[in-house]
């Protein structure tokens, strides 16, 4: 409505500017003049209003979506039906509108498919700006630094590790610092900072706790393979020597042999284990479900066992609780599990009594074994299922035992789907239990050899 005032003002400004000249220079009577104007103003605002309204409307139309186009909103189109130069700009709108709206689809599936990457990322990424705000996260990043706000938010909601913020810092002013690694809420984390164009920076998260956790596992391993093999070696080698060397009694010489024999088969079982092992935890073994009567597998373990009981004084006894009569599990796998805690609680038990129990549970059995032994204090509980982990080293040794058979039963019982828990107390005995859960029998999979 602008254009249709300004031209009805203009009209009105014309027929007055004429009005005047004709009273000052005319002879014609003034109120026929005045009479005259009047119509003529009358006259030239109509068809300034007129004429105004067809250029108004489409006016008002392109600014409406120029506005809109401001805003974001980029759907908005211009009326293309104009005529002349109005028309001409309405096109050049609409296309600038298409243009936007294009660039903008663009923009956004580039953000989105930028989003869905950050999340899938097992490592941490955080992107900040040059205002010293975090604008991008993911979520392995709030996850390893424990950050719930919603981006955008300032740098110092971020943890104030020292290595971390020193890492940034220097990324801002535009260098490369090294990686580095910090313990960070019982995590080490590796990172490393790199500049961006803008003055901003992004960090990105790498938890190397699994991997330091596993690198030390195998230095131990190797370290206990090592130190196992090299007692029964220098024991052949030193008699082997004797022998050789000298010429013992012949009483002499069969014990010398019999040691000699002791030590080469106690290699023989932790190779034999060690291969079990490693069967196992490389998937290589998958157990071949069967229904197993608990019973059975109980008088097999403890007739076979019974005399080394009776030779200590030890009584066993079973119980099988209602419901846990049978399981579904790798028959051979169930015999091993319990064989190796049966004999371990031999082993380690002076006096008093063994019992092996079931127990059914609404998705499955707990197979234990109790005994009255020494215990095992809480610092050594969770770490009695690793390989070569011996709480009293050398008892374990000297009793037979190559330190790998309850790490073996772990992972036969995972191998089921299942799961292992030792309770223990000092001067009252311990007890390690096996959960096998209900599982549909499978003739797929092979056994491994007797573990000891």
Same mark, same amino acid.
């Given at each position: 409505?602008?254009?249709?005032?300004?031209?009805?003002?203009?009209?009105?400004?014309?027929?007055?500017?004429?009005?005047?000249?004709?009273?000052?220079?005319?002879?014609?009577?003034?109120?026929?003049?005045?009479?005259?104007?009047?119509?003529?103003?009358?006259?030239?605002?109509?068809?300034?209003?007129?004429?105004?309204?067809?250029?108004?409307?489409?006016?008002?139309?392109?600014?409406?979506?120029?506005?809109?186009?401001?805003?974001?909103?980029?759907?908005?189109?211009?009326?293309?039906?104009?005529?002349?130069?109005?028309?001409?700009?309405?096109?050049?709108?609409?296309?600038?509108?298409?243009?936007?709206?294009?660039?903008?689809?663009?923009?956004?599936?580039?953000?989105?498919?930028?989003?869905?990457?950050?999340?899938?990322?097992?490592?941490?990424?955080? %992107?900040?700006? @040059?205002? *010293?705000?975090?604008?991008? !996260?993911?979520?392995? +990043?709030?996850? $390893?630094?424990? #950050? &719930?706000?919603?981006?955008?938010?300032?740098?110092?909601?971020?943890?104030?590790?020292?290595?971390?913020?020193?890492?940034?810092?220097?990324?801002?002013?535009?260098?490369?610092?090294?990686?580095?690694?910090?313990?960070?809420?019982?995590?080490?984390?590796?990172?490393?900072?790199?500049?961006?164009?803008?003055?901003?920076?992004?960090?990105?998260?790498?938890?190397?706790?699994?991997?330091?956790?596993?690198?030390?596992?195998?230095?131990?391993?190797?370290?206990?393979?090592?130190?196992?093999?090299?007692?029964?070696?220098?024991?052949?080698?030193?008699?082997?020597?004797?022998?050789?060397?000298?010429?013992?009694? %012949?009483?002499? @010489?069969? *014990?010398?042999?019999?040691? !000699?024999?002791?030590? +080469?088969?106690? $290699?023989?079982? #932790? &190779?034999?284990?060690?291969?079990?092992?490693?069967?196992?935890?490389?998937?290589?073994?998958?157990?071949?479900?069967?229904?197993?009567?608990?019973?059975?597998?109980?008088?097999?373990?403890?007739?076979?066992?019974?005399?080394?009981?009776?030779?200590?004084?030890?009584?066993?006894?079973?119980?099988?609780?209602?419901?846990?009569?049978?399981?579904?599990?790798?028959?051979?796998?169930?015999?091993?599990?319990?064989?190796?805690?049966?004999?371990?609680?031999?082993?380690?038990?002076?006096?008093?009594?063994?019992?092996?129990?079931?127990?059914?549970?609404?998705?499955?059995?707990?197979?234990?074994?109790?005994?009255?032994?020494?215990?095992?204090?809480?610092?050594?509980?969770?770490?009695?299922?690793?390989?070569?982990?011996?709480?009293?080293?050398?008892?374990?040794?000297?009793?037979?035992?190559?330190?790998?058979?309850?790490?073996?039963?772990?992972?036969?019982?995972?191998?089921?789907?299942?799961?292992?828990?030792?309770?223990?107390?000092?001067?009252?005995?311990?007890?390690?239990?096996?959960?096998?859960?209900?599982?549909?029998?499978?003739?797929?999979?092979?056994?491994?050899?007797?573990?000891?």
């Amino acid at each position: 409505m602008r254009v249709a005032r300004r031209l009805q003002l203009l009209a009105l400004a014309s027929v007055a500017s004429l009005w005047i000249t004709l009273l000052v220079f005319s002879d014609i009577h003034a109120g026929i003049l005045t009479l005259s104007a009047v119509i003529a103003a009358l006259v030239s605002v109509a068809l300034a209003t007129v004429l105004a309204r067809g250029i108004d409307t489409p006016l008002a139309e392109l600014h409406d979506t120029l506005r809109s186009l401001s805003t974001g909103r980029f759907s908005a189109r211009p009326p293309l039906q104009l005529r002349g130069e109005l028309g001409e700009l309405a096109t050049v709108i609409h296309r600038l509108a298409e243009q936007l709206e294009g660039q903008t689809q663009s923009l956004r599936g580039e953000d989105t498919l930028l989003s869905a990457m950050m999340e899938s990322l097992s490592e941490g990424v955080i %992107a900040v700006d @040059r205002g *010293q705000r975090v604008v991008r !996260i993911n979520a392995a +990043a709030r996850q $390893m630094l424990g #950050i &719930v706000a919603a981006t955008p938010f300032p740098v110092d909601r971020l943890p104030r590790q020292r290595e971390l913020q020193q890492s940034l810092q220097s990324a801002q002013r535009g260098a490369e610092p090294e990686p580095l690694e910090l313990r960070y809420s019982n995590k080490l984390l590796l990172v490393t900072a790199r500049p961006l164009r803008d003055g901003g920076a992004v960090v990105a998260l790498f938890d190397t706790t699994r991997t330091r956790r596993l690198e030390m596992v195998r230095r131990d391993f190797v370290a206990n393979v090592s130190h196992e093999l090299r007692t029964p070696l220098t024991v052949i080698t030193g008699f082997a020597e004797t022998l050789v060397t000298d010429d013992p009694s %012949a009483e002499s @010489r069969r *014990q010398f042999l019999e040691t !000699i024999r002791d030590n +080469a088969q106690r $290699m023989t079982r #932790i &190779v034999d284990d060690l291969l079990d092992l490693s069967r196992l935890e490389s998937g290589g073994w998958v157990p071949a479900l069967t229904d197993v009567s608990v019973e059975a597998v109980f008088d097999e373990i403890i007739t076979a066992l019974q005399p080394a009981a009776e030779e200590k004084g030890l009584r066993i006894t079973a119980t099988i609780a209602e419901g846990a009569e049978e399981i579904t599990a790798d028959r051979v796998a169930v015999s091993q599990v319990l064989s190796n805690l049966l004999n371990n609680a031999v082993r380690h038990t002076e006096h008093g009594e063994i019992t092996v129990s079931s127990i059914a549970e609404a998705n499955g059995v707990w197979l234990s074994v109790a005994d009255t032994g020494p215990g095992i204090s809480h610092e050594h509980l969770p770490r009695i299922f690793e390989r070569f982990y011996r709480v009293d080293t050398g008892r374990s040794r000297g009793s037979g035992g190559t330190g790998l058979g309850l790490a073996i039963v772990k992972h036969l019982v995972e191998a089921h789907g299942g799961t292992v828990r030792a309770t223990s107390e000092v001067g009252k005995g311990t007890t390690i239990s096996a959960f096998f859960p209900e599982r549909t029998p499978s003739r797929d999979g092979s056994v491994p050899h007797n573990v000891t």
